[in-house]
C-alpha cells in the first residue's frame, strides 16, 4: 500500500529537495531516475538512464539503499541484479499498461501453445514472466539480439506488439506475437504529426519504438529514451518533434538549450495523455517519504528472482557494446 501523503509529514516545499539529500547521506542511498519522471526528481537522482542504462547502475550500485524512481517492473529489475540493496518505490502502484497487460498464466499458455519457441520478453513485464522468458530486451538492444538468435530459431516476443513488428521489420525474423500495447506511445495521431512536420519545414520526427507503425514511418530515427536524447542533441536539425513520453524533453532542453522540442501531439490534446499516468505517480513529496521510512521495498521470492535472472543475465552478456 503507498504512504498517504499527509501534510504535516512533509517539510515545507522549499525544504524539500534539502532534506532528500539529507536522507540519502543518512541511509547511504543512491537515487534512481528514468527520463519519465517529473523534472525535479530527474535533477536530484545520482543517475538519470533508460531501462538499460537502470538496470546497469543497478547492478552496479553498493548503495545499501536504492531510491528508485520509475516503475514496478524497473525497481523490480533492480532487486533481480543487486540483492543486497533495500529498493525502495516511491509509490507502488506505479505499474506499466505492457507490464499488466501481460498475466503470467496466460503468458505460460501462449508459450504452451508455440512449443520450441524462443522466448524474447521486453523488460517491461513482470519478474513472473521474465522468469519464463529466454532472454531479456530493451527498446535499446532488442535488434542486435534478436540478430544474434540462430536463423532456423522460431521466437515469441513479449509483450509490445509495436516493438516486436519493429523488430521483426529490421531484422526480416518471423515471430510469435503477444499483443500488448503502451497506452502513451498508442496515443500519438499520425495526421497530427503530418500536420505538424508541414508547419515546421526541415523539422524531424523522432520516435520510441513502442509507438505504432503509423508514427514510426515518419521518424528520421527511432530509438530507446537514451537514443533519443543522444540523437536529438547531436542532430544538426533546429526542430525536433518526440514522440514518446514527455519527460525525455526535460534532457534535450538542458543538453541542447538553443534547439525547439516539440511533443508530439496526442489525438485528444486536450488530455495529457504523452505523459505516463503510472511514471507519474512518483513524486518528490514520495521520494521524500520512501527515503525516510524505507518503504515501500520491493521483495521477492529466491526462487522467483534467480529463475528472473537468468534470462536478464543473458541480455546483459549479449548487449556488451551497448
Ligand atoms: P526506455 O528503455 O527506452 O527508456 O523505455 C522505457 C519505457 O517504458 C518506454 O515506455
Ligand atoms: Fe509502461 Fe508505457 Fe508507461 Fe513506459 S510509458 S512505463 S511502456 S505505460
Known sequence: MPLPVLKDELPPAWKLEEEIERLKKERNAVILSHYYQESEIQDLADHVGDSLGLARAAQKSDAKVIAFCGVHFMAEVAKILNPESTVVLPDMKAGCSLADGCPPDQFRAFIDAHPGHFVVSYINCSAAVKAMSDVIVTSSNA???????????????????????????????????????????????????????????????????????????????????????????????QTLIVATEEGVLHQMRRDAPNKSFIPAPPEDESCACNQCPYMRLN?????????????????????????AKRPIDKMLEMSTGI
Open 143 to 237: 535488434v542486435k539480439i534478436v540478430q544474434q538468435i540462430p536463423k532456423d530459431q522460431p521466437i515469441i516476443f513479449a509483450p509490445d506488439k509495436h516493438l516486436a513488428r519493429y523488430v521483426q521489420k529490421q531484422t526480416g525474423r518471423d515471430m510469435v506475437i503477444w499483443q500488448g500495447t503502451c497506452i502513451v506511445h498508442e496515443t500519438f495521431s499520425e495526421k497530427k504529426i503530418i500536420e505538424l512536420l508541414l508547419r515546421n519545414p526541415g523539422a524531424e520526427l523522432i520516435a520510441h519504438p513502442e509507438c505504432e507503425e503509423a508514427v514510426l514511418r515518419h521518424a528520421k530515427y527511432i530509438g530507446s529514451t537514451t537514443g533519443l536524447i543522444k540523437y536529438a542533441v547531436s542532430s544538426p536539425v
Open 283 to 307: 513524486t518528490m513529496e514520495k521520494l521524500y517519504l520512501c527515503l525516510r521510512d524505507l518503504k515501500p521495498t520491493i521483495e521477492m521470492d529466491e526462487e522467483l528472482r534467480l529463475a
